[in-house]
């Protein structure tokens, strides 16, 4: 039956270094179009988006990324009359070795040769550097461009998960629960062996995407009785074409073991959504005694019972991408990603399969509409259990 209760609207946003930029032109897209969110999960530079985003009024949203991604970007160098595929493809690959050399401004620098020096020649040099880079930066960059104090009182939900290092088990930093510091979302986005693990209250985490690129998991399996709306905003796309060359297989590896596992994610919160709606309607051709039975009731409570809509938003390979394009901060590629981030989610939102959705009906309903014409796409599935 519908649900009375009006939508709470989720942003799910992965993890994928300079894809990021993507996701920003995709949210503000979106925001244009009134679709103002109340909780965002995010992995990696998911977390620092989330930050952001939950960290200013909705009317500062544009100007605190655009800061953002104008501090962690730069132009490549380049030469009148050497603008070819060729020449592009280089320039990207030179962008990539600068980063992983020189670092990123207001992100990570490398350690300099003294530090490791100093730890050579130390009594403790076994122990370390754990990283190649200080991620240090990013903490002011946080402090800069994100207002603690009103992301954990006014801004929305935030949810952001990283690993436990010495268990590997993944956890989640939720502002429901906890007051949200930079070290939360620092430790999110720490990735090694490049950077450095991070301490909070005595255990140190690493980069969620460890584990789960995406938080879509946690989301689905959280308490609540109003209907979710989902936007997902993916960096890495599970689909894709057969690998002609060894570089264009090291972008499909990549692509593989950071996508987000929605099929998974999905086909199991199906699943017990089907179980669920058969223990409820087992319940009613039971005798009184029975339906209260403690069998019954975990069978009833297996599952959510609320409404799913999950909308995806699918960062799929550019001409000149690579290996290297989670890390290729170049502002030429960058542009180009926030454009294709907004293109997709206009087509998305102009679509018929979006504008004539029905609101609020039990089960779930998962749509992939940007893809563009001869791409993978569009897609819809309705499922109703209940």
Not at 39 to 53: E, P, Q, T, V
Request: hydrophobic share 40%.
């Amino acid at each position: 039956m519908p649900f009375a209760k009006p939508e709470e609207k989720v942003l799910v946003l992965q993890g994928g270094g300079a894809l990021g930029a993507y996701q920003a032109g995709a949210y503000l897209t979106l925001a244009e179009a009134g679709m103002g969110v109340d909780w965002i999960a995010g992995i990696s530079i998911g977390a620092i988006h989330a930050a952001i985003l939950a960290g200013n009024p909705p009317e500062d949203h544009e100007r605190k990324l655009r800061a953002f991604w104008e501090l962690v970007t730069d132009d490549v160098v380049t030469f009148p009359g050497s603008d070819g595929p060729m020449f592009r493809a280089l320039t990207n690959e030179i962008s990539a070795a600068k980063a992983a050399t020189l670092g990123i401004e207001g992100f990570f620098r490398p350690r300099g040769p003294f530090e490791l020096l100093n730890k050579l020649f130390s009594v403790d040099f076994w122990k370390g550097p754990t990283s190649f880079y200080d991620t240090s930066p990013l903490r002011q960059t946080l402090l800069d461009l994100a207002d603690f104090d009103y992301l954990n009182e006014k801004g929305p939900r935030v949810s952001v998960g990283a690993v436990e290092v010495e268990s590997g088990n993944f956890a989640y930093f939720d502002s429901r629960h906890q007051t949200i510091a930079p070290e939360h979302i620092m430790a999110s986005a720490a990735l090694p062996p490049g950077l450095p693990s991070v301490e909070i209250d005595g255990v140190h985490y690493w980069d969620g995407g460890m584990v789960s690129n995406t938080p879509l998991q946690y989301v689905l399996e959280e308490p609540g009785d109003h209907p979710l709306l989902v936007f997902q905003i993916d960096l890495f796309s599970a689909r894709g074409h057969m690998p002609k060359s060894l570089l264009e297989v090291q972008q499909r590896d990549k692509d593989i073991r950071l996508s987000s596992r929605t099929r998974l994610t999905t086909d199991r919160y199906l699943q017990l959504h089907d179980i669920a709606g058969h223990a409820a309607r087992l319940r009613e051709k039971l005798p009184p005694e029975l339906r209260d039975d403690s069998d019954m009731v975990a069978l009833y409570n297996a599952g959510p019972h609320r409404p799913v809509t999950l909308v995806l938003l699918i960062n799929r390979p550019g001409e000149f991408d690579s290996g290297t394009k989670d890390y290729q901060f170049s502002r030429l590629t960058m542009t180009e990603r926030w454009k294709a981030g907004q293109e997709d989610a206009a087509r998305t939102l102009a679509n018929p399969l979006w504008t004539g959705r029905e609101l609020n009906r039990s089960g779930i309903d998962i749509l992939d509409l940007a893809a563009p014409e001869g791409g993978i796409g569009p897609h819809y599935s309705k499922v109703s259990a209940l």
